[in-house]
């Protein structure tokens, strides 16, 4: 399982993760978030250009990390549970990203979305813990349950198909 692509760019982003300011930390697990949710979406989009419109490019309506997350979301591909995780998150890095002032996960706006999101982390650690321990622990256990999505999602692929109209019926 080691040698899975997954697993190493799970370890690989959880390692850079953990050396991250507040600021780096909430950006960058936004980032990847948004990677993994293109990712779930291109393997369960039809291939042709239209879905590639969809996700990617000027202006399109599957382009940014709230857009994919809804999308993921209504075609069943994250649970209500991800979805409001990701949620979260979201609000999380855009305080961080819209704020050119000085903030941290102990900025009551901050700490009070980080406190929504649920604990993951080991139960006797809980009582001690800070909201950025809250935020990592989170972020780790939502990643882990989608790094695999996309192999999944591609089992379901959409697959083109003709439709039945009389009215192009070959004579």
């Known amino acids: 399982m080691q040698n899975e692509p997954e697993v190493q760019e799970l370890g690989e982003f959880l390692f850079e ?12 697990a936004a980032a990847v978030l948004d990677d993994w949710l293109l990712s779930i979406l291109k393997e369960f989009l039809a ?60 900025t009551k706006k901050i700490a009070d979305l980080t406190n929504k999101l649920p604990w993951l982390g080991p139960t006797e650690s809980e009582k001690n813990s800070d909201p950025r321990a809250r935020f990592n622990f989170a972020i780790a256990i939502l990643l882990a349950d989608l790094m695999w999505r996309p192999r999944l999602a591609r089992k379901e692929k959409i697959k083109p198909r003709e439709w039945p109209n009389r009215s192009r019926a070959k004579a």
């Open 47 to 106: 291939e042709n250009k239209s879905a590639s419109d969809l996700l990617s490019g000027f202006n399109a309506p599957l382009g940014t990390f709230s857009a994919r997350a809804a999308a993921a979301h209504a075609m069943g591909l994250i649970q209500d549970n991800e979805f409001n995780e990701i949620t979260i998150i979201r609000k999380i890095r855009n305080e961080f990203g819209h704020n050119w002032r000085s903030v941290s996960f102990t």
């Open 17 to 28: 993760f953990n050396k991250e300011s507040d600021r780096g930390a909430a950006l960058n």
